[in-house]
């Protein structure tokens, strides 16, 4: 630690007046006599001592300490020095410190005998003083150093859970981009089947070759957008090679829930939803499902869990699910990760959707709204 500390303008006007007034009262105690202007030198030496502890802690303490030696007006500056140091340096400099201001004082009281009290009473005095101070400078040095520790503790967590938060959308983009790539390569293989078609069945009648020539259209058109979204994902992006699994739809909900309630979760479905979801939005709806499942089986195990779907060409792609929460005080039935959550805001994003949750009326609801084109 420096031996330099600068001090606030506050500080210095608090050690001025605190312990200004405190060596004019011993001063004044002292009543007069052929050491007064002696006395009033050691005042304006010591006062400069303290204020000089607050950039020099050490130096300013063994200075207030040989003040001492020669007048107690010096006292209220030693002592103060002792627990400045108490507190801003580790234990055995405090210890040395404490350990020269009482022997400064044991001069002090043979040299200048106090009148009132015996020197056997005035070195208990002094020593249990010196020991007060140097024990509560400790405890306020561990205390800021406990202050300090968890404060790092609380930066170090919140920069943690800032890289977790990253790391959990670059991984929801990654797996996004691979169902897109499936959806992609299937678009564009029926592009090329048609236009093979055109291409080897030249001799076809008009209507067929403008059905054709349209389903041609319509892939590429769709497969351009699919591309656009696997390249704002993948941007630097390049380990999508790998064997691919068709990924479910929302269709495939009634499996999902049958498999939760299998698993002993009571699951109520009310699908109001008119016709087949377009394949962004039933993917994403599928994994907003999936996950709303996994979170309340997780954080309220026993509750019953209600999934509404409603939607239709033209309109949005509504998924509700809520749950009771689950009793003060009870544990998760399994530990979480914390970035579930994260990531399906960000792959609902990603679709053009998006994803709320919250708390309400005792119940915990997960809303999530997908673009469904007519």
Known sequence: MSEMRPSRPLAVAAMALGVGALTGLTLWGQGGGPLLWPDVAVAVLSLVAALAQLWWPVSGALAAALLAVASPVATPAATTGALQVAQRRRFPVAAAVAAAGMAAHLVQGLWRPSSGISLGWWLLLICAAYGALLGWGGLARSRRALLISLHERARRAEAEQGRRVAEARMAERRRLAREMHDVLAHRLSLVATHAGALEYRPDSSPDQLARAAGVVRSGVHQALEELRQVIGLLREEDDLLDELEPQPTLADVARLVDEARQAGQA???????????????????YRVVQEGLTNARKHAPGQPVEVLLRGAPGTR??????????PPGSAPAAPGSGVGLVGLTERVRLAGGQLDHHRTGGRFRLQAWLPWPA
């Open 317 to 326: 792609l509504l998924i509700d699910i809520s749950n009771p929460l689950p």
């Open 267 to 285: 699951v109520q479905v009310s699908d109001e939803t008119e016709g087949a979801a377009p394949p962004v939005a039933g993917r994403t709806g």
